[in-house]
């Protein structure tokens, strides 16, 4: 079955950049998505197909994908951009979501 | 401005029925494919379901197959989510969303329902 694997946490410092990958088999042939969600909240999508972002998503979000990973990068990492970050995909007419990423800002 | 308001969560016991509903505004359900996401406490993400735009095709994650049920009244613009033979491991907030005719995206969230699935 189609899965996808995002490390459990990652952290960075404020002004610096960090990434997250989330891998699958055959995800080269998929569009990913990303959202972001604090607690309490419900998702917001940052990134969509690969590397397209949504008005009013701040520019340091970006997108890139290549063979079976999708990475989703913050540039210029802010406090308020500590959140649990969740990829997406499709397989046969169904979603995965990816584990989610715990993103502290140290 | 688009907005998802779902209702219809509470507290039920293990094998009975519980129908969610999401109340679409801003836009109609007959030109947007609907999807239903849960989360349980303190875990990830789960895809749920999705209703097609042309309110016919629809697919299921294994672990709702045959129990749960997508619909929506386009008169009413709302959305359902019709869940029985509940178990324990259904307990989570459940989301509606919508899939943006670009596709393969989520672009609108609701606030979320809670289920409590508890004997």
């Known amino acids: 079955s189609f899965e996808l694997t995002q490390p459990p946490s990652v952290s960075v410092f404020p002004g610096q950049t960090v990434s997250i990958a989330c891998s699958g088999n055959?995800?080269?042939?998929?569009?990913a998505s990303w959202y972001q969600q604090k607690p309490g909240q419900s998702p917001v999508v940052v990134i969509y197909?690969?590397?397209m972002r949504p008005s009013g998503i701040p520019e340091r979000f970006s997108g890139s994908s290549s063979g079976n990973t999708a990475t989703l990068t913050i540039s210029g990492t802010q406090a308020l951009d500590e959140a649990e970050y969740f990829c997406?995909?499709?397989?046969?007419?169904?979603?995965?979501f990816g584990g989610g990423t715990k993103l502290t800002v140290l | 401005q688009v907005q998802l308001v779902e209702s219809g969560g509470g507290v039920v016991q293990p094998g009975r029925s519980l129908r969610l509903s999401c109340a679409a505004s801003?836009?109609?359900?007959?030109?947007?494919?609907m999807h239903w996401v849960r989360q349980a406490p303190g875990k990830g993400l789960e895809w749920v379901s999705v209703?097609?735009?042309?309110?016919?095709?629809?697919y299921y994650a294994d672990s709702v197959k045959g129990r749960f049920t997508i619909s929506r009244d386009t008169s009413e613009n709302t959305l359902y989510l019709q869940m029985n033979s509940l178990r324990v491991e259904d307990t989570a907030v459940y989301y509606c969303?919508?899939?943006?005719?670009?596709?393969?995206?989520?672009?609108?969230w609701g606030q979320g329902a809670l289920v409590t699935v508890s004997s």
């Open positions: 997406l995909a499709w397989d046969s007419g169904s979603g995965v």
């Open positions: 055959k995800l080269e042939n998929k569009y």
């Open positions: 969303a919508r899939e943006p005719n670009t596709g393969a995206y989520l672009d609108f």
């Open positions: 197909q690969d590397n």
């Open positions: 801003g836009f109609s359900l007959s030109t947007y494919a």
């Open positions: 209703l097609w735009y042309n309110g016919l095709d629809h």
